[in-house]
């Protein structure tokens, strides 16, 4: 009974094993996945992913929660109907890090001249923590997955008609933070005998970092001033071929996949220019930095081809994975300013075409062995090389529009970066057929591994719980 317990887990891992890189929930392992560098999942990791939803074995419902922060919580819960399967996930803050700025409304002698009773701030309301909250649902149905996310550090503040750090204010308004909405899709069958299991995700990126006030002076004002605006929206769209095996004999196997990503960025802020007489405010195709315009285009394709195999015998298995991921970065920069109090802006100053070619591969080895049919020690290593890049930079200069003569520049820049690794390690413990822990174990500076030391070996953190009926 026990060699078919053993024979059944490993049977799990393996079948998981060439599931897509790219489905996993961001922000989120489980211990088990955490320890072993993401190469031996649990059902914590399983339950939420598109892929591979049918491997976390739900016959009923399922539910997790994490303690791995003080300061944050991570739930989980999915149910198995007759034609359907449903999940939620949420992971974050809930309203820690809402900023709410303390005011008294005062009765004072308002720029009309009149007394009026307004909001008093003692400063300028300024973001100084963040919120960060992760949704997510997923429905797999006809053996395909579908899970819509939104993630959200969004800020935002906005007042009229108010006193802040001894200045009236007509309008104040700041924003701040990040809502990216995500629609990921996948097969949860192989197409083929060796595998494929193609997905796809595409993700909304909308960042915001604005700032804009209009200040009275002497009873009126001069029009909005914009201090900051550099928001932009960022679509990411990533697809993969989810695995192929090409080499399965006594139980060693070897996988090759790949996947793509695009990413796009599209830049709409506002400036303000003088007109004559009030300051007015438009739009620019780029960014307007506390006042310095340029105009921006970004774009990056990255291909990532893989190599993972693993390999199992008697109560312990292995995994390895070598990234090769591939980033070709593109920019422009070219600084504008007002030509005129018509506010049409005009090339001036420095031009900036930039392409990176950058290659970061690493390595990840995983390990599980089951001491017990009820007790599995994980262990992972990952070695990182930081991105070797070679980039090639264009450059010019421009005057009013006009380009400045023999100022175009073309500079050649390799760098290497410098090679880590880390060491990790951890525990899962089926406490009954339907109840499960998992904790990392404490790995020292430098890798060390203590046996009794606060960050020893038994030092166990980042406790999971799971129920699967």
């Known amino acids: ?8 887990l490993f049977t799990a891992i393996i079948a998981a094993a060439v599931s897509a890189q790219g489905m996993g929930m961001s922000g989120w392992a489980s211990p ?31 539910a997790m929660t994490s303690f791995a922060s003080g300061s944050s919580v991570h739930l989980g819960y999915a149910k198995k109907l007759d034609n359907m399967y449903i999940a939620a996930y949420y992971g974050g803050s809930f309203w820690t890090g809402i900023n709410k700025f303390t005011y008294t409304e005062t009765n004072v002698e308002w720029v009309n001249g009149l007394r009026n009773t307004v909001p008093v701030y003692a400063s300028l309301p300024e973001f100084t923590s963040t919120p960060n909250n992760r949704f997510a649902v997923l429905v797999g149905i006809a053996d395909m997955g579908f899970r819509l996310t939104l993630y959200s550090t969004y800020l935002s503040f906005k007042d009229n008609d108010i006193i802040a750090n001894n200045i009236p204010f007509k309008n104040y308004e700041i924003k701040s933070g990040t809502v990216a909405p995500q629609i ?19 993700d909304l990126n909308f960042v915001n970092d604005y700032s804009k006030q209009e ?12 201090e900051n605006s550099q928001n932009y929206f960022e679509p ?46 438009s739009k620019i195709k780029g960014l307007n930095d506390d006042g310095n315009l340029s105009e921006n285009k970004y774009s990056r394709n990255e291909f990532s081809p893989s190599v993972s195999g693993s390999w199992g015998v008697g109560n312990v298995a292995f ?94 820049a390799v760098s290497y970066g410098s090679t880590s690794n880390q060491l990790s390690a951890g525990v899962t413990f089926n406490a009954t057929d339907n109840m499960t822990f998992e904790a990392g174990c404490g790995i020292g500076n430098n890798n060390n591994i203590s046996v009794f030391a606060s960050d020893g070996i038994f030092s166990f953190a980042s406790l999971l719980l799971s129920l699967k009926f």
């Open 1 to 8: 009974m026990k060699k078919l317990i053993v024979v059944v």
């Open 32 to 62: 088990q996945s955490a320890a072993t560098q993401g190469r031996l999942r649990s059902p914590a990791d399983d339950f939420i992913r598109p892929d591979s939803y049918q491997s976390a074995r739900v016959e009923n419902w399922f």
């Open 184 to 202: 990921a899709w996948s097969l949860t069958k192989n197409l083929l005998d060796n595998g494929v299991r193609p997905w796809a995700t595409i």
């Open 215 to 226: 200040v009275y002076t002497g009873g009126t004002t001069n029009g909005a001033t914009i």
């Open 236 to 281: 990411v769209f990533s697809a993969g071929l989810g695995g192929y095996t090409i080499f399965n004999q006594s139980g060693f196997r070897v996988s090759a996949d790949i996947s793509y990503t695009l990413t796009l960025r599209s830049f709409n802020n506002d400036y303000d220019y003088w007109n004559g007489s009030s300051n007015n405010v």
């Open 319 to 412: 995994r390895v994975l070598f990234e090769m991921p591939l980033r070709i970065t593109s920019t422009e920069s070219t600084e504008m300013t007002p030509r005129d109090t018509s506010g049409s802006l005009v090339r001036d100053g420095d031009y900036e075409k930039r392409s990176t070619v950058g290659f970061a591969p690493n390595l990840r080895l995983a390990a599980q062995w089951r001491l017990h049919p009820r007790l599995a020690l994980n262990t992972g290593g990952r070695i990182n090389i930081s991105s070797m890049n070679r980039t090639v930079t264009n450059g010019k200069t421009y005057n009013q529009g006009n380009e400045v003569p023999f100022s175009s520049t073309r500079r050649v």
